[in-house]
Nanobody
Framework: VRLVESGGGLVQAGGSLRLSCAVSGSIFSISDMGWARQAPGKKRELVAAIRSGGSTYYGDSVKERFTISRDNAKATLYLQMNSLKPEDTAMYYC????????????WGQGTQVTVSS
């Protein structure tokens, strides 16, 4: 399974970014997928997930600001990030998930998001 992220960058607080993840080597349409992030000195955390059926999950810190979506025809996962805050600064990873607990299984190489105050 290959996961390739794009769309990260430097943005001012209050701005927006859209991350994309191109997926190959798996049957994307039946895969549960998500976005995780890791800030310096902190543990990795799953911030958003979308099941193959379309139901979504968001971490408390990003609810109402981030939106996860998928395009099964293009085997691509997206994360629309609005109202960005400096504390959103992190490396963002596209992940495939498994099980009811949404455990990350495969990881992309990551894309850096930096939010300036």
């Amino acid at each position: 399974v290959r996961l390739v992220e794009s769309g990260g960058g430097l943005v001012q607080a209050g701005g927006s970014l859209r991350l994309s993840c191109a997926v190959s080597g798996s049957i994307f349409s039946i895969s549960d997928m998500g976005w995780a992030r890791q800030a310096p000195g902190k543990k990795r955390e799953l911030v958003a997930a979308i099941r193959s059926g379309g139901s979504t999950y968001y971490g408390d810190s990003v609810k109402e600001r981030f939106t996860i979506s998928r395009d099964n025809a293009k085997a691509t996962l997206y994360l629309q990030m609005n109202s960005l805050k400096p504390e959103d600064t992190a490396m963002y990873y596209c992940v495939s998930l498994r099980g009811v607990a949404l455990d990350p299984e495969h990881w992309g190489q990551g894309t850096q998001v930096t939010v300036s105050s």
